[in-house]
């Protein structure tokens, strides 16, 4: 019997009382992960609508679940879960295009600040290359922060493949040694990107993303408020996305350690 034979064979052995016992094991879980993408989504996005996705998320999960991958289920469960409420945020396309076009315009001028400066733009560096004014800046950064839902999805220059950079479960059984090499690679830049953000910005990732406290839990823990959380986040992505570009684009990686050396 082959592999997927197998993995079909363990899934219709699974009795219905048994995948309803685990379904309603996992809905806390599922209500967790909407709440937390929720937080930095305007009021308008129905908290029911992500849980509702995210429960079609579970079931799924819970359908191509392989136990040969050794790997828990509730881990997989909860990177397809997330993946399920992007999904359909995506499909809503809620964020407004002068919002997105507004980020677009700061990641410009991040980018050629940084160039043209030799170092790392602080804030008040951002705002005077924008023309306004530091707390005008802040404000839009705090915006900006529900448009990085999903933030660490970054997408692979070589294939266009989006990999999620924060969650390290392997999801696909026809990974190759050559697309975990990639994840491999990717994950490499993205450490060494986030080495060259601020000690703070480092921290408000760690506490957020990988710690999963929420933003006003993050505050509470640095001793700042939440909307200032929301801004730090949203400039260290500005700045962890013009640094995966650059290392990211046609030769320049090779172009920076020539000139390193």
């Known amino acids: 019997m082959n592999k997927q034979s197998t993995h079909g064979y363990q899934q219709a052995a699974m009795s219905e009382a048994e995948r309803e016992r685990i379904l309603m094991e996992q809905l806390p879980q599922v209500r967790y992960i909407a709440r937390r993408i929720h937080e930095r989504l305007p009021r308008h996005v129905s ?11 579970l079931i799924d999960a819970l359908g191509k679940f392989d136990e040969s991958k050794h790997v828990q289920f509730s881990s997989y469960a909860k990177f397809r879960i997330r993946g399920a409420i992007l999904d359909s945020l995506r499909e809503l396309d809620w964020s407004p ?4 076009r507004k980020g677009r315009q700061v990641e410009e001028a991040y980018s050629q600040l940084s160039i043209r400066l030799g170092h790392t733009p602080n804030e008040s560096d951002l705002a005077r290359e924008l023309g306004v004014r530091l707390d005008e800046l802040q404000t839009l950064l705090s915006e900006l922060n529900m448009l990085e839902v999903g933030s660490f999805r970054v997408e692979s220059p070589q294939d266009g493949h989006e990999e999620d950079l ?3 479960v392997p999801s696909k059984p026809e990974d190759t040694p050559f697309s975990q090499c990639l994840r491999a690679e990717m994950k490499q830049v993205l450490t060494e990107a986030i080495g060259e953000l601020s000690e703070k910005e480092q921290r408000v990732l760690s506490l957020y993303y990988f710690e999963e406290l929420t933003m006003k839990e993050v505050g509470a823990v640095l001793g700042i408020g939440e909307s200032r959380v929301s801004q730090i986040h949203s400039l260290a992505m500005v700045r962890l996305r013009a640094r995966l570009n650059f290392l990211n684009a046609p030769g320049e990686g090779a172009r920076a350690q020539g000139a390193g050396a």
């Open 166 to 168: 924060s969650a390290s």
């Open 97 to 100: 295009r002068e919002l997105r």
């Open 47 to 57: 908290l029911e609508d992500l849980v509702h996705a995210g429960v079609v998320g």
